[in-house]
């Protein structure tokens, strides 16, 4: 299993990113972003279930969207309005679901971790 992630850079707040996380050999169906400012710790930003919902942190609410593309096996967070306070490391995750498609309740695999820095 592989997780990688890419669109990282530094913007001016106000400005968007479009991250994406390539999978490898996994289902993208329970999904998530985190991040992880220096000297805090990680924090879920969003997650993608396997019906289709999403849910995010109230942070980013109305500014990031979740999404994924099946077909191509890639999650996606498009960040818009971003802010100072956006600025960290972002990793995308991957976790199991059970027979009734469920999504189990920890993130099993991670990606290497993609930069955001806004100023």
């Known amino acids: 299993v592989q997780l990688v992630e890419s669109g990282g850079g530094s913007v001016q707040a106000g400005g968007s990113l479009r991250l994406s996380c390539a999978v490898s050999?996994?289902?993208?169906?329970?999904m998530g972003w985190f991040h992880q400012a220096p000297g805090k710790e990680r924090e879920g930003v969003a997650h993608?279930?396997?019906?289709?919902?999403?849910s995010y942190a109230d942070s980013v609410k109305g500014r990031f969207t979740i999404s994924r593309d099946n077909a191509n096996n890639t999650l996606y967070l498009q960040m818009n309005s971003l802010k100072p306070e956006d600025t960290a490391m972002y990793y995308c995750?991957?976790?199991?679901?059970?027979?009734?498609?469920?999504?189990?309740?920890?993130?099993?695999?991670w990606g290497q971790g993609t930069q955001v820095t806004v100023s």
């Open positions: 995750a991957a976790r199991p679901m059970d027979w009734r498609r469920r999504c189990l309740g920890d993130y099993r695999y």
């Open positions: 993608i279930y396997s019906d289709g919902s999403t």
């Open positions: 050999r996994y289902s993208t169906d329970c």
